[in-house]
């Protein structure tokens, strides 16, 4: 990824504009900027939230807050916690997520 014409910014996330994206349970709440074809997203999940698609999008993903399980499409799953992470590249590892008590990500894609 080349990061270039980005000039410094700032960004309030709680003025960007929420939208709602509903999962096979529950729902996630996305705030999303873009910047020169990067997009980058405050995410929430509600309690019970279990995404409705295997996703093949890259992602470099921080938990804030709650806990997330991701599970791989070959059956391996993974926990995030408050202040850990994952990556993966475009078309690599289909996966998705879920969550059963609530969860705040970063995510920069």
């Known amino acids: ?7 410094f910014g700032t960004t309030d996330w709680s003025a960007v ?5 509903k999962g096979e ?3 996630a709440y996305w705030r999303t900027r ?12 509600t309690p019970g939230y279990r995404a409705d ?5 890259g992602h470099i993903l ?4 709650g806990e997330l399980l991701t599970e791989l499409k070959d059956g391996r799953t993974f ?16 996966h998705r997520s879920m ?10 894609d």
């Not at 873009?34 to 999940?45: D, K, M, P, Q, S």
């Not at 926990?79 to 289909?94: C, R």
């Not at 969550?99 to 970063?106: E, P, S």
């Open 1 to 7: 990824m080349q990061m270039a014409g980005i000039p």
């Open 17 to 21: 504009e929420r939208t709602e994206h």
């Open 25 to 27: 349970t529950g729902t």
């Open 34 to 45: 873009n910047f020169a074809g990067i997009r980058v997203r405050l995410v929430e999940y």
């Open 53 to 57: 698609h295997w996703c093949v999008k």
């Open 62 to 65: 921080l938990c804030l807050e």
């Open 79 to 94: 926990v995030l916690k408050p202040g850990m992470s994952y990556q993966v590249a475009d078309e690599a590892e289909p």
């Open 99 to 108: 969550t059963a008590a609530g969860a705040k990500l970063f995510v920069v």
